[in-house]
Nanobody
Framework: QVRLVESGGGLVQAGGSLRLSCAAS????????MGWYRQAPGKLRESVAS???????NYADSVKGRFTITRDNAKNTVYLQMNSLKPEDTAVYYC???????????????WGQGTQVTVSS
């Protein structure tokens, strides 16, 4: 099993910044993909940003140029730097990881517990 622990959410004014962190621990051979999703009230969960083990990144159009995902492979930790925050960024942010438990095993998806980000206007 793998545990994802998120931190860094909170309340910020529009235009401000926050940095989210997510640390993975447990039975990890390799983390293939690590990233962030968010879910606002009454909306579906959506992908925000992701990074594969080789370093390539992918961002939702709504956050490009404002959010940056980075990863510390040695610590199995992913970060999301969020700048120029807007009220529409308000949501619960979830960490997600695609993890292989051994060289030959299939990978599994894991989710963190979520951290609230609220941007006031």
């Amino acid at each position: 099993q793998v545990r994802l622990v998120e931190s860094g959410g909170g309340l910020v004014q529009a235009g401000g910044s926050l940095r989210l962190s997510c640390a993975a621990s447990g039975s990890i051979f390799r983390i293939n993909v690590m990233g962030w999703y968010r879910q606002a009230p009454g909306k579906l969960r959506e992908s925000v940003a992701s990074m594969i083990s080789g370093g390539s990144t992918n961002y939702a159009d709504s956050v490009k140029g404002r959010f940056t995902i980075t990863r510390d492979n040695a610590k199995n930790t992913v970060y999301l730097q969020m700048n120029s925050l807007k009220p529409e960024d308000t949501a619960v942010y979830y960490c997600n990881a695609n993890v292989a438990h051994s060289y030959s095993s299939a990978s599994s998806q894991y989710w963190g517990q979520g951290t609230q980000v609220t941007v006031s206007s």
